[in-house]
């Protein structure tokens, strides 16, 4: 039986429509159908399952051609009246549109009916030669249903949910034609911000300035396995950590994972369960030879698993990968009066869960996504000297909408403007315009990135003040096209990373 994913985009289907995936009626077949029984109406709709699996599929037309393909969605449309639609869409590789979606392997309109103990029978109406039967049996129990895969797998099916139906629509119209938008078109080729903090003071203290950060900052490295769903699902930057530090992040959130293969496990920069190309180890490589390259800069780490079970065996790995002779001497402790002077060439890590007795750079405590600022101010950062610093922290999030998300960025920008910085313990300030609303989907970042990137780009221009840390998706992207490139969104990355960086100058 096969890894199925509890990140699961919605399903395919516009019903009677002049999409592709239709759900049609005979004329001549109207007294002949079965009654759909009385699990007719919780099966409504759209149900849906995206799995991993290789083979060849074979078009449906005369003499059509072989389709090798490495992923699968399978899709059943379900209508209260006992009748519905059938359809497996084939992906290849990193191809993020279909290869096939009316293939011999699965495509049709079918009848169906139901029992009261869960069982549904379904039988095509297509009447094709086909190589799987034209009729077979589902079971639903506990608002899910159970069917095969195209190799003879158990799937359990997710019924859909509206958001992504456009999106899969789209997907399917291309069926592996050319998209109309392309994410290179929009990167900011020409921007070079490797050495904007040269002009900085040395006695500048770092929780007095003002730093662009990357949310999930590793998820445009490319995909371990799963990619379908990734890109769909986990995405939240266009640029890669490199291309990143050449536009001016200097603050990264990072997921380091303890991911299970069959020679052990590894360390991999990760966005929950989906897993980056990048091994930790690598990217730290990466600011370690940016670093070295660009002296006059420092960067930022803040640590977090949501992933990992094992936090203890997480701890140990991680805390021999950074106290390596390759990376110990990269990094810096904190201390709640951190001049930029002692930060330069370095990286401060600070981290939310343990792995030490002691940190490397400093824990956070009382970290939260709650909208309310007094709960957002109850934080502090801890460093392994025992000093403390107050840590204000917003990171409004994952509700059904995103009303007050816009507020509480721009409450948290004006309390972080008006710090008493000369106290012996300054607030430290972490301010999230990232976030997704409803469900947990890459054009959901992007519809949030829309709002809450230019609500703070337009509140940085018009104020002064030090504003701490803003961690943004789709970081220097002024326009981030959808993951199957048929829809452009105004994420403003660019203009919010040039408003961040101005700031440290007013």
């Given at each position: 039986?096969?890894?199925?994913?509890?990140?699961?985009?919605?399903?395919?289907?516009?019903?009677?429509?002049?999409?592709?995936?239709?759900?049609?009626?005979?004329?001549?077949?109207?007294?002949?159908?079965?009654?759909?029984?009385?699990?007719?109406?919780?099966?409504?709709?759209?149900?849906?399952?995206?799995?991993?699996?290789?083979?060849?599929?074979?078009?449906?037309?005369?003499?059509?051609?072989?389709?090798?393909?490495?992923?699968?969605?399978?899709?059943?449309?379900?209508?209260?009246?006992?009748?519905?639609?059938?359809?497996?869409?084939?992906?290849?590789?990193?191809?993020?549109?279909?290869?096939?979606?009316?293939?011999?392997?699965?495509?049709?309109?079918?009848?169906?009916?139901t029992t009261a103990d869960g069982k549904v029978s379904i039988a095509l109406r297509n009447k094709w030669s086909q190589t799987y039967p034209q009729a077979w049996d589902i079971s639903y129990a506990k608002d899910t249903l159970t069917a095969q895969g195209v190799d003879?797998?158990?799937?359990?099916?997710?019924?859909?949910?509206?958001?992504?139906?456009?999106?899969?629509?789209?997907?399917?119209?291309?069926?592996?034609?050319?998209?109309?938008?392309?994410?290179?078109?929009?990167?900011?080729?020409?921007?070079?911000?490797?050495?904007?903090?040269?002009?900085?003071?040395?006695?500048?203290?770092?929780?007095?300035?003002?730093?662009?950060?990357?949310?999930?900052?590793?998820?445009?490295?490319?995909?371990?396995?799963?990619?379908?769903?990734?890109?769909?699902?986990?995405?939240?930057?266009?640029?890669?950590?490199?291309?990143?530090?050449?536009?001016?992040?200097?603050?990264?959130?990072?997921?380091?994972?303890?991911?299970?293969?069959?020679?052990?496990?590894?360390?991999?920069?990760?966005?929950?369960?989906?897993?980056?190309?990048?091994?930790?180890?690598?990217?730290?490589?990466?600011?370690?030879?940016?670093?070295?390259?660009?002296?006059?800069?420092?960067?930022?780490?803040?640590?977090?698993?949501?992933?990992?079970?094992?936090?203890?065996?997480?701890?140990?790995?991680?805390?021999?990968?950074?106290?390596?002779?390759?990376?110990?001497?990269?990094?810096?402790?904190?201390?709640?009066?951190?001049t930029v002077g002692e930060l330069r060439g370095h990286v401060l890590m600070l981290s939310r869960n343990e792995y030490a007795e002691k940190p490397l750079g400093g824990y956070c405590y009382?970290?939260?996504?709650?909208?309310?600022?007094?709960?957002?101010?109850?934080?502090?950062?801890?460093?392994?000297?025992?000093?403390?610093?107050?840590?204000?922290?917003?990171?409004?999030?994952?509700?059904?909408?995103?009303?007050?998300?816009?507020?509480?960025?721009?409450?948290?920008?004006?309390?972080?403007?008006?710090?008493?910085?000369?106290?012996?313990?300054?607030?430290?300030?972490?301010?999230?315009?990232?976030?997704?609303?409803?469900?947990?989907?890459?054009?959901?970042?992007?519809?949030?990135?829309?709002?809450?990137?230019?609500?703070?780009?337009?509140?940085?221009?018009?104020?002064?003040?030090?504003?701490?840390?803003?961690?943004?998706?789709?970081?220097?992207?002024?326009?981030?096209?959808?993951?199957?490139?048929?829809?452009?969104?105004?994420?403003?990355?660019?203009?919010?990373?040039?408003?961040?960086?101005?700031?440290?100058?007013?």
């Amino acid at each position: 039986m096969r890894h199925f994913y509890l990140w699961m985009i919605a399903a395919i289907l516009f019903i009677c429509g002049t999409n592709v995936l239709t759900s049609c009626k005979d004329d001549d077949s109207l007294d002949s159908k079965p009654k759909a029984g009385p699990l007719a109406e919780k099966l409504g709709g759209t149900w849906y399952s995206i799995y991993e699996v290789t083979g060849t599929a074979k078009s449906e037309n005369v003499g059509g051609e072989d389709v090798a393909y490495t992923s699968v969605i399978d899709i059943y449309q379900f209508d209260e009246n006992g009748e519905g639609t059938f359809q497996r869409c084939f992906f290849e590789d990193d191809n993020m549109n279909p290869v096939m979606v009316q293939g011999i392997l699965g495509f049709g309109n079918f009848n169906y009916s139901t029992t009261a103990d869960g069982k549904v029978s379904i039988a095509l109406r297509n009447k094709w030669s086909q190589t799987y039967p034209q009729a077979w049996d589902i079971s639903y129990a506990k608002d899910t249903l159970t069917a095969q895969g195209v190799d003879g797998s158990e799937l359990k099916l997710q019924q859909a949910s509206d958001v992504m139906l456009e999106t899969l629509n789209s997907m399917v119209d291309q069926n592996g034609s050319s998209s109309k938008y392309s994410v290179d078109e929009y990167k900011p080729k020409s921007v070079d911000n490797s050495q904007w903090m040269k002009s900085l003071a040395d006695g500048r203290l770092v929780a007095d300035l003002s730093l662009p950060g990357s949310h999930d900052a590793c998820t445009a490295d490319g995909w371990k396995n799963k990619k379908l769903v990734a890109e769909l699902t986990a995405k939240t930057q266009d640029l890669t950590i490199k291309e990143q530090l050449k536009v001016g992040m200097r603050v990264f959130d990072l997921r380091p994972e303890r991911v299970f293969t069959f020679s052990g496990y590894e360390l991999r920069c990760s966005h929950g369960i989906m897993n980056t190309k990048l091994l930790v180890s690598d990217f730290f490589q990466i600011l370690k030879d940016f670093l070295t390259a660009n002296p006059s800069e420092f960067c930022i780490l803040t640590v977090e698993l949501s992933a990992t079970n094992n936090k203890e065996a997480w701890g140990k790995e991680y805390s021999k990968l950074i106290n390596s002779d390759k990376f110990k001497d990269m990094f810096v402790n904190f201390k709640p009066r951190l001049t930029v002077g002692e930060l330069r060439g370095h990286v401060l890590m600070l981290s939310r869960n343990e792995y030490a007795e002691k940190p490397l750079g400093g824990y956070c405590y009382g970290w939260v996504s709650d909208q309310e600022f007094e709960k957002q101010t109850k934080g502090h950062i801890t460093g392994p000297d025992g000093s403390e610093a107050p840590l204000w922290a917003q990171d409004y999030w994952g509700k059904l909408t995103r009303k007050g998300k816009d507020e509480a960025v721009v409450r948290m920008l004006e309390a972080a403007a008006g710090r008493d910085m000369t106290v012996a313990n300054p607030a430290w300030v972490i301010n999230y315009t990232s976030a997704y609303f409803g469900l947990p989907l890459s054009d959901n970042y992007r519809s949030n990135a829309v709002n809450a990137n230019t609500v703070a780009a337009n509140w940085l221009n018009d104020h002064t003040g030090s504003v701490g840390i803003i961690y943004m998706d789709f970081a220097g992207m002024d326009k981030s096209p959808n993951s199957i490139k048929t829809k452009c969104y105004e994420t403003n990355g660019m203009k919010l990373i040039n408003s961040i960086i101005k700031q440290n100058q007013k």
